[in-house]
């Protein structure tokens, strides 16, 4: 069966770098996506990972081992506002978004 | 850019009532549009997908009879949850894509809240 499996929550400090990780098993692969979602509000695009290595995007990056079916989200300089859960999803070969259930990172002062 | 509106915001309704819930893509055409439902605490389950002018692809499980989708326009979707219970409430999502690659990315809505009474 197809299956993604993120840690359920994470605490970090504001300043500090946080790492949430993700592990996929799918029927074919095209790549996996970050979002972050605000409780209460729908999710928001972070990052696309289709090929091998890190994405670096402001103080997010994002990276992915395709051969080890693994990707994680890397946040740097943590701020109050990036308290949020983190959605990693990965899409099959049908192009079907296999969503994760989500990392909820809490950042304390 | 990539912005999709979704209304109404939230809802209350009765039981056995229907409500329809408008998503629209502001600054670009979408050529797909998805339906997603969330229950507190957990991931977003989609529910179907439409493309222009098409019927929509609904998942397994999801009742289409029950969950009517339009997609009218390249900036327009509509999801009616027909004779609405309780077990109906939960956040609606609807995202888009703007492209007509199979990995183009999605743009969420801010999401309709529904609350059947």
């Known amino acids: 069966g197809q299956n993604i499996d993120q840690p359920t929550e994470m605490t970090a400090t504001e300043g500090a770098i946080v790492q949430i990780n993700c592990t996929y098993q799918?029927?074919?692969?095209?790549?996996l996506f970050w979002y972050q979602q605000h409780a209460g509000e729908a999710p928001t695009f972070l990052s696309y990972?289709?090929l091998d290595g890190l994405e670096e995007k402001g103080r997010f990056s994002s990276f992915l081992s395709r051969s080890k079916g693994y990707s994680y989200l890397l946040l740097k300089e943590l701020q109050m506002k990036d308290s949020a859960s983190y959605l990693c999803?990965?899409?099959?070969?049908?192009?079907?978004?296999?969503w994760g259930a989500g990392t909820k990172l809490i950042i304390k002062p | 850019g990539a912005v999709v509106s979704q209304h109404p915001s939230w809802v209350i309704c009765k039981s056995g009532t229907s409500v329809k819930i408008e998503c629209r893509s502001l600054?670009?055409?979408?050529?797909?549009m998805f339906w997603y439902r969330q229950f507190p605490k957990q991931s977003l389950m989609l529910m179907a997908t439409?493309?222009?002018?098409?019927?929509?692809?609904?998942e397994q499980g999801v009742e289409k009879d029950k969950f009517l989708i339009n997609h009218a326009s390249l900036t327009l979707s509509t999801l009616t949850v027909t004779s609405a219970h309780p077990e109906d409430s939960s956040f609606y999502i609807c995202?888009?894509?703007?492209?007509?690659?199979?990995?183009?990315?999605?743009?969420f809505g801010p999401g309709t809240r529904l609350t059947v009474l």
């Open positions: 995202s888009a894509t703007a492209g007509g690659g199979h990995t183009d990315t999605q743009y």
């Open positions: 600054d670009f055409q979408a050529t797909t």
């Open positions: 439409s493309n222009e002018g098409s019927k929509a692809t609904y």
């Open positions: 799918t029927s074919g692969f095209n790549g």
């Open positions: 990972n289709v």
């Open positions: 999803a990965a899409m099959d070969s049908n192009y079907q978004l296999i």
